[in-house]
């Protein structure tokens, strides 16, 4: 067949022989390809050809990627102050060694006879995970935080029977939006308003919309603006009051100084596994867990996968395997209660690599390093004239800098910091405008106080040239 023939094959897409394609169009009973979209209106198909161009050889393709790559800058290229739901911490090389074994990478499901000893991996790292967050059952990871914070929602309630949550409005305003999507149309998502001084969770607010109607309240601690809701055991005995439960978020890399969710009153705890040895990637490097106390009206309202241990039919032998397989979404399928698909298990793997390697005191140093740069940082940058530190309370590794009084906006100064291979702060001023030119600054253990120094004198340049020229 030569390739000016119309009907060429594809080597990447499966199914593009012409035999193939007519054996499979007679068994269903279709003339050509164009019948298959009969259903279609016209004015939403295609009418001519695909503006595309000129296919590439291998090499060409490799060499285009290349250059696009090349555009991008790196948080090895400049030192990064952004956070926002994806942060940069260190990651031990063994973490990625063991991530790309061949019996973690291929094997997609795996049952007992072909596993090679996933099952076992993921139940270690469910059991240090929830020797993490002081909780007895963690689940197989979910997609990411928002994901994760969603069904910890859906489970409440559906165990409270009850048609309305309460989201703390200071979370990232894309997890509230997947939030919202993912628990309509059967759950109503109203939302708590914030402190404006202190960045806390107005409890007035939260009084009043309170009612025997809510099945659960969320926050997150350290909130998505950073501050740590010290008001959390107040927030669970308010929802526990109307009988509903406390749904907590937390950031697990703030563990080692933080007291766990489970201390001051949550029932279901939530966030994202991504702080844990695994790195930033494009779209990827997510990974969110859920944990509760081990009861059944919890467990069984679990849609994924919980791995336990159990003694085998061999004396002193264990075995690792699924727990109460029959209440998940892949035994009961389209009749689940929420449909699961394809999870981050390999995140877990990593999480767990990440948490046996640090150990207690390994979080506790981790932990206690964050705080003392993050401190440090918001000191440097609130000594600068026109620069200021948002809120009052507490907070572990993000804070919110003020540039109202700067003379610049948050646009124009991240601009500037990037020609100097400096990533600035999530800038807020979309996202949340009563705050007007404020950003989202975070610190980890990988930034120096030497970037921390470089950082504030580029800004202190900067806004003592706006403040001259104004």
Request: with cysteine.
């Amino acid at each position: 067949m030569t390739r000016n023939d119309k009907r060429i094959s594809h080597p990447y897409i499966p199914n593009t022989v012409p035999e193939v394609q007519e054996s499979m169009l007679r068994e269903i009973g279709v003339a050509n390809l164009e019948e298959l979209y009969a259903g279609v209106p016209g004015e939403l198909r295609l009418s001519g050809k695909m503006d595309l161009p000129p296919e590439l050889t291998e090499y060409e393709l490799q060499r285009h990627i290349e250059k696009t790559v090349a555009r991008n800058v790196s948080a090895k290229e400049a030192v990064s102050f952004l956070g926002a739901g994806c942060w940069q911490h260190f990651i031990p090389a063994v973490c990625d060694e063991i991530s790309q074994r061949s019996e973690f990478v291929t094997a997609y499901a795996g049952e007992p006879y072909e596993d090679h000893g996933r099952f076992q991996t993921l139940f270690e790292y469910q059991s240090l995970m929830a020797e993490l967050l002081d909780m007895d059952v963690v689940n197989v990871p979910t997609f990411d935080w928002a994901q994760a914070a969603s069904t910890a929602l859906r489970m409440a309630a559906r165990m409270t029977g009850r048609g309305k949550v309460l989201v703390a409005r200071s979370i990232s305003p894309d997890k509230l939006k997947i939030i919202v999507n993912y628990c309509s149309p059967q759950v109503e998502v109203r939302t708590v308003e914030f402190d404006e001084r202190t960045g806390l969770m107005d409890l007035n607010d939260l009084a009043a919309k309170l009612t025997d109607e809510v099945a659960a309240v969320y926050f997150e601690n350290p909130g998505y603006l950073g501050m740590i809701e010290h008001q959390g055991r107040t927030i669970a005995d308010m929802a526990h009051g109307v009988g509903a439960e406390c749904v907590v978020g937390v950031d697990p890399s703030s563990l080692g100084v933080l007291s766990p969710p489970s201390s001051y009153g949550a029932d279901i705890v939530c966030g994202d596994l991504q702080p844990l040895g695994i790195r930033m990637n494009y779209g990827g490097g997510q990974s969110g867990f859920i944990a509760t106390r081990d009861e059944e009206r919890y467990v069984m309202e679990y849609p994924s996968r919980l791995f336990g241990i159990a003694p085998t039919s061999v004396d002193g032998e264990y075995g690792f395997g699924d727990v109460a397989y029959e209440r998940t979404s892949f035994a009961k399928r389209e009749k689940g209660k929420e449909s699961v698909g394809t999870q981050t298990a390999l995140w877990g793997i990593v999480a767990g690599v990440y948490l046996a390697l640090m150990g207690p005191h390994g979080m506790s140093e981790l932990g206690t390093t964050i705080l003392q740069k993050s401190q440090y940082a918001a000191k440097r940058l609130a000594a600068i004239p026109g620069v200021g530190i948002r809120f009052g309370s507490p907070f572990f590794k993000e804070f919110v800098v003020d540039f109202n009084n700067s003379g610049l906006s948050v646009k124009a100064i991240n601009e500037m910091l990037l020609k100097e291979k400096i990533f600035g702060g999530k800038d807020l001023s979309e996202d949340f405008p009563e705050l007007g030119q404020c950003a989202l600054y975070c610190v980890t253990e990988v930034i120096g106080v030497e970037d921390i120094d470089r950082l504030a004198d580029v800004l202190a340049r900067a806004t003592a040239k706006a403040n001259a020229l104004s």
